[in-house]
Nanobody, 128 residues
Framework: QVQLVESGGGSVEAGGSLRLSCETS????????MGWFRQGPGNEREVVST????????YYVDSVEGRFSISKDDAEKTVYLQMNSLKPEDTAMYYC?????????????????????WGQGTQVTVSS
């Protein structure tokens, strides 16, 4: 069982920055598919960014490309999401997710249903 604990959310003005952290309980984070998702009021949960174990390939949803950056430190068992140039539309609850990716299809890493483990979420609020 993998436990995930997010931190780093908060309230900022538009244009500001936040860094989210997700610490995992799994000692082998190097083989976990990790994702950041968000869910705004009245919206479905959507993928923000993912990072793949091994080659560390990275995906960003178009709306955050160039502003957000995902990274991880396997030794610290932590994944980060650096969020710059924040916009009011980035306001949401942000969730960290993890999965070993066994029996995944091509699009599984982009879908909430593909992940077995979730953090409790951290709120990000951006004011205009």
């Amino acid at each position: 069982q993998v436990q995930l604990v997010e931190s780093g959310g908060g309230s900022v003005e538009a244009g500001g920055s936040l860094r989210l952290s997700c610490e995992t309980s799994d000692e082998t984070t190097g083989r976990l598919f990790m994702g950041w998702f968000r869910q705004g009021p009245g919206n479905e949960r959507e993928v923000v960014s993912t990072i793949t174990p091994g080659d560390n390939s990275i995906y960003y949803v178009d709306s955050v490309e160039g502003r957000f950056s995902i990274s991880k430190d396997d030794a610290e068992k932590t994944v980060y999401l650096q969020m710059n140039s924040l916009k009011p539309e980035d306001t949401a609850m942000y969730y960290c997710a993890a999965d070993l990716g066994r029996n995944w299809g091509h699009f599984s890493k982009f879908r909430p249903s593909g992940y077995s483990y979730w953090g409790q979420g951290t709120q990000v609020t951006v004011s205009s």
